[in-house]
């Protein structure tokens, strides 16, 4: 098998990847949204969780934190969520919409977007972006979700302690450890992306 073979193998491994974990990140999320609805019937709030898309969600989330500041969570869903809804969310859509094809040296991403970029005097139109992609790349960005999902556990968690439920043993870090984690996991990805001009 080629290398460059190998490498669609590996794109294709990491793209499986990244989708379980946001896979994962989301029902996080949606958990912190059932806490955030917990005064609303079960059956109401599963109508409304089956409703929502996932930015909905967030936004519900938010919203509620920043409104009815009430705990020390209320100060990270909102990082939380603007930490998903940054570049990570934009470089999720990107990989999984944007075609993947063979280029001259690597694999390449094809992005379908008309952006005009103003130089000093003519305004210059760009249509479609080719943009190398890795399987290195792609499993950065897979960190940074799973770092996102531990810091919505981290979240979760608390919520678990406020409401009566108390553990031994905690599973996730405390919330400033794990955004701190994401924060980083955000970085590398970002580091990476840059370095092979995915970042815009």
Same mark, same amino acid.
């Given at each position: ?38 005064s ?14 996932f930015?909905?969600?967030?936004q519900?989330?938010?919203?509620h ?5 009430? &705990? =020390?969570?209320?100060?990270? $869903?909102?990082?939380?969520? +603007?930490?998903? *809804? /940054? #570049? ?60 996102? &999902? =531990?810091y919505a556990?981290a $979240?979760?968690?608390?919520? +678990?302690?406020? *409401? /009566? #439920?108390?553990?031994?043993k ?9 955004q701190?984690g ?19």
């Amino acid at each position: 098998m080629a290398i460059h073979e190998h490498e669609l193998d590996k794109i294709k491994h990491a793209l499986g990847d990244m989708c379980i974990a946001w896979a994962h990140l989301e029902e996080a999320c949606f958990v912190i949204l059932f806490y955030t609805m917990s005064s609303v019937e079960l059956s109401a709030y599963e109508l409304i969780r089956n409703e929502l898309d996932f930015r909905g969600a967030l936004q519900v989330c938010k919203g509620h934190a920043v409104a009815n500041h009430w &705990e =020390r969570h209320s100060d990270h $869903i909102p990082i939380l969520v +603007d930490m998903i *809804d /940054g #570049e990570i969310r934009s470089a999720r859509n990107r990989l999984i919409h944007d075609p993947i094809t063979d280029g001259v040296h690597s694999y390449v991403r094809t992005s379908n977007v008309t952006r005009y970029r103003k130089s000093p005097h003519k305004l210059h139109v760009e249509i479609g972006t080719y943009t190398d992609v890795s399987s290195e790349e792609i499993y950065a960005l897979t960190r940074s979700i799973r770092a996102l &999902e =531990r810091y919505a556990g981290a $979240i979760i968690q608390y919520l +678990d302690w406020l *409401d /009566g #439920e108390r553990q031994i043993k905690w599973e996730f870090p405390s919330m400033e450890l794990a955004q701190l984690g994401a924060h980083f996991a955000i970085t590398e990805y970002t580091q990476i992306a840059k370095s092979r001009g995915s970042a815009r």
